[in-house]
């Protein structure tokens, strides 16, 4: 068949229990998937040490009866072809588990602190925890593709296109509190109109905009 799907996922969602409940649905049905398993060493302050007591990730696809690979998730090269060619396999109905080892530069929200958490030095390999857009750059430099003008207006695009759509999300007005109520069931039930009555009153009575939180 022509389609497959890819499904990502972090390394602190390998813990819940629907990952594993798709992943045997996937292997008993030959589902057409991709599990893409972005390992960024953290689930928010968890480490993967604490994550799983397996050794990879990838090896988990072996219980549920198909592939698990491992790939340099900072080498765009290596992740294209290897997404590639499972997205190929899944195609045949052989789903794949893809480990993209990778790590989290920053913050995982603007409410994170991971100096409380994460040590300055940690005992990853350089392929690993380095910028993977420096490595890329300089792989491009060396190969003769980009030079100083196309690496600048690469940036220059990057952050135009940023720009803009901060731009634009910063213009959409606040939603209507009442749209929370309208796309839950094709027919609304009572319990819904009585939540709705029991917001707006309560709106009515505090402004959300003055609470601290
Ligand atoms: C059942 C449940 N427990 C806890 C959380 C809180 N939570 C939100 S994101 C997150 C960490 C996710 O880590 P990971 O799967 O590694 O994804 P990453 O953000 O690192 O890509 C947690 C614990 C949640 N959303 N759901
Ligand atoms: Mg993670």
Redesign the pocket.
């Given at each position: 068949d022509e389609h497959a799907v890819v499904a990502y996922?972090?390394?602190?969602?390998t813990s819940?229990g629907d990952f594993h409940e798709a992943m045997n649905f996937a292997g008993v049905f030959d589902a057409p998937v991709v599990f893409l398993c972005?390992n960024?060493n953290?689930?928010?302050s968890l480490p993967r040490e604490r994550q799983t007591a397996s050794d990879s990730i990838a090896q988990k696809a072996e219980a549920y009866g198909f592939e698990g690979v491992q790939v340099d998730g900072n080498d765009p090269v290596a992740v294209y072809e290897t997404v590639g060619g499972a997205l190929a396999d899944a195609r045949e109905g052989n789903p794949v588990l893809v480990e993209s080892l990778t790590y989290?530069q920053g913050a995982?929200t603007t409410s994170d602190d991971p100096e409380r958490y994460r040590p300055a030095e940690e005992d990853l390999p350089e392929w690993r925890t380095a910028d993977p857009l420096e490595r890329f750059e300089t792989y491009l430099r060396e190969q003769g593709v980009v030079d100083d003008v196309f690496v600048a207006e690469c940036r220059a695009d990057a952050e135009a296109e940023l720009d803009a759509a901060i731009e634009a999300a910063e213009a959409v007005d606040a939603p209507d509190a009442d749209d929370v109520f309208d796309y839950v069931y094709a027919e609304r039930t009572p319990r819904v109109d009585d939540q709705q009555r029991w917001l707006t009153s309560y709106l009515e009575r505090h402004d959300p905009q003055q609470r601290e939180f």
């Open positions: 996922l972090g390394d602190g969602a819940e972005e960024n953290w689930a928010i989290r995982h």
